[in-house]
């Protein structure tokens, strides 16, 4: 690795100050599974490092009043997939951490890490986008909240400023009688990455959807929410047809490229099978919560 | 660049040396603290030949830096077992003739030591899961197999 210095926070003030004092020149280390390897190949270059592991206020997964979640951008996929605060009421997003790579992957690879690469097929965005996250982000001008869709600007781009950090995520209760579910599809079991992966949350009230939300990963530039789709089931009775309607409203908010993982119309043929996966089993969840 | 102090534990012992800040954990284990157990098989997560005990967790010690190691516990293969003192699944390692060229081994070991203490009793398809991040290049997967499930059976999850 190219010679760089090293700074060492132990608080969230001292990292915004290093990164006011650093700018551009500095690269964030919160997991390092996806920053190490590029800078090992030079593809990345930083002259300065500002590793996050000293900041325990990134690390915390806070249950706040009304049993909504707050989850640090440092917390690590290992940690998501068997948290009981996460495992209870935000399922899906524990099934996504425990897709990330190996566990000695998911030991060290972080939520905030997998939604600042911003890659498309990035596994904790869908679930996220579901539960209608919010991002907490903290700069010199102070914090903002971003809902977690505004958060991805393109390919490996976000709305963070060179002088912002990505603190939290933080999810609202889903309610009584809600459920999730995230499913991708990988050529291999283990140590993939998503062709397609979709997340879908359903909230039942005397057996009517009050609230639907389908969101797709590896389709489109960023992670998107299939909303017509939403549309199609909220205010119905959820059964097994208004699923295939909603599925097949899904491909249709698709925009997916051909690549050697797969075809465009593989991808859209994924989107329909996981998103009626998804929605089937999420209902299931649903109605025994 | 100065060097910058690690203190940390290593298998048992505090540590203090002297590293790089773009040293590796992995780097420091190996260079500067002559614990050679662990390899660099990828450099880049994907192999874990580099796997270690950070804080009793399997980790890729080539995916972190020496100076993130600060206030840690860090074990390596040399700190799970003694001659003479086998940890169970080192020795079924030995009676199944696990290894063959025997780079991947300090890994998959560390892996399935780290399997066992959170899960004393896995089935077939958790132990598979759980080394799913140890490539061996000799493909000696069914004998890591056999001897994990006899190290299990012999109560290896008590133990480390």
Known sequence: ?289 | MPKQVLSCTVNDEAAEVLVQPWDTLLDALRERMGLTGPKEGCGTGDCGACTIHFDGKPVASCLLLAMQARGHVVRTIEGLGKPGALHPVQEAFVKHGVPQCGFCIPGVVMAAAALLNENPHPTEEEIRYGIAGNLCRCTGYTKMLAAITEAAGAGAGRRS
């Open chain 1, 1 to 289: 690795m190219r010679r760089f210095e090293l700074v060492l926070p132990e608080s969230l003030d001292d990292c915004v100050k290093a990164l006011a004092r650093h700018g551009s020149e500095a690269k964030l280390l919160a997991g390092g599974t996806d920053l190490l390897p590029q800078m090992k190949n030079a593809l990345l270059k930083p002259a300065v490092v500002i590793d996050l592991s000293g900041v325990s206020r990134l690390r915390a997964i806070e249950s706040g009043n009304g049993q909504g979640l707050k989850v640090g951008a440092a917390v690590t996929a290992r940690t998501l997939e068997l948290d009981r605060s996460v495992r209870s009421r935000f399922l899906s997003l524990a099934e996504s951490g425990a897709l990330v790579g190996s566990v000695q992957v998911r030991n060290l690879a972080t939520l905030g890490g997998n939604l600042c690469n911003a890659a498309p097929s990035a596994d904790m965005a869908p679930p996220l986008l579901a539960l209608d996250a919010e991002a907490v982000i903290t700069g010199p001008k102070g914090e903002r909240r971003v809902p977690i869709a505004a958060f991805f600007t393109g390919v490996r781009h976000t709305v963070l400023a060179p002088d912002e950090i990505l603190v939290e995520l933080a999810m609202p209760a889903p309610g009584a009688h809600s459920g999730g579910n995230y499913l991708r599809h990988t050529p291999r079991r283990e140590l993939d990455i998503a062709v397609v992966g979709v997340a879908s949350q359903l909230t039942l009230a005397n057996g009517v959807c009050t609230k639907a939300r389908i969101a797709l990963a590896a389709v489109a530039p960023v992670p998107l929410r299939a909303t017509a789709a939403e549309q199609a089931l909220e205010g119905q009775a959820v059964t097994p047809e208004r699923i295939a309607r909603a599925a097949d409203l899904a491909v249709e908010a698709a925009r997916p490229i051909s690549d050697q993982r797969g075809s465009a119309d593989f991808r859209r043929h994924l989107v329909r099978v996981l998103t009626r996966r998804t929605l089937t089993t999420a209902l299931a969840r649903a109605s025994a919560s």
